[in-house]
């Protein structure tokens, strides 16, 4: 069975422009999470969607939103881009919503803002 | 927000070592999970826990949910060169709103 894929695996973009990230899960599974690690910060919850919907978020500003298709494949965009979000961004899928324990991470995409 | 502390931050040890890392936090979890990352990749789920004071093994490895909710801890027995990576605790209940709290984690280096 495939694994979670990430695309892009690398981005590298400039301050002010946005960025579209892609995380397509598991088969079969319905939840997608987002993850932005940092040496400074570590892991951080982003947000995580189940059915379409968002069902719980992370403390980050407006500018970083998401979304979910009906095929469970999910898209995260930052937008306004900061120097501060160059990061390795993670997107996890799993069963059901809140199901840590169920949850597989992909390889994760590489944004540097420069 | 939530934090979690997690040490120690690195260890350096001679391969066949045992290794011994914890977690601990301002508040109550109802899962401890510990995940380990290699480079490139996204965390891997070694271990979950479920219950105050349950114990679970994994091969080489044992984690441990604090009695008082609050803490965990993962003990690698007879390290090997593979086990190399940065290891993860996380927990997970209501007090974070379900959503998963991660340490800043351990990088573990074995010296073959």
């Known amino acids: 069975k495939a694994g979670v894929t990430q695309t892009p695996r690398y981005l590298i973009k400039t301050r002010g422009q946005q960025v579209t990230l892609s995380c397509s899960p598991i088969s079969g599974h319905r939840s997608v999470s987002w993850y932005q690690q940092t040496p400074g910060q570590g892991l951080q919850f982003l947000f995580e969607y189940f059915s379409e919907t968002q069902r719980n978020k992370g403390n980050f500003p407006g500018r970083f939103s998401g979304r979910q298709f009906s095929n469970s494949r999910s898209e995260m965009n930052v937008s306004t881009l900061e120097l501060g979000d160059s990061a390795l961004y993670l997107c996890?899928?799993?069963?059901?919503?809140?199901?840590?324990?169920?949850?597989?991470f992909g390889p994760g995409t590489r944004l540097t803002v420069l | 927000g939530q934090q979690l502390n997690q040490s120690p931050q690195s260890m350096f040890i001679q391969e066949g070592e045992d290794v011994s890392m914890n977690c601990t936090s301002s508040?109550?979890?109802?899962?401890w999970l510990w995940y380990k990352q290699d480079p490139g990749e996204g965390p891997v789920l070694l271990i979950a826990l479920y219950k105050a004071g349950e114990l679970t093994s994994n091969g080489r490895l044992t984690a441990q949910f604090g009695i008082t909710r609050k803490d965990s801890f993962l003990n690698i027995s007879a390290s090997i060169p593979s086990d190399v990576g940065i290891y993860f605790c996380a927990g997970q209940g209501l007090s974070s709103n379900y959503k998963l709290t991660f340490g800043k984690g351990t990088l573990l280096t074995v010296n073959p």
């Open positions: 996890a899928s799993s069963l059901a919503a809140q199901e840590a324990d169920t949850q597989y």
């Open positions: 508040s109550i979890f109802n899962t």
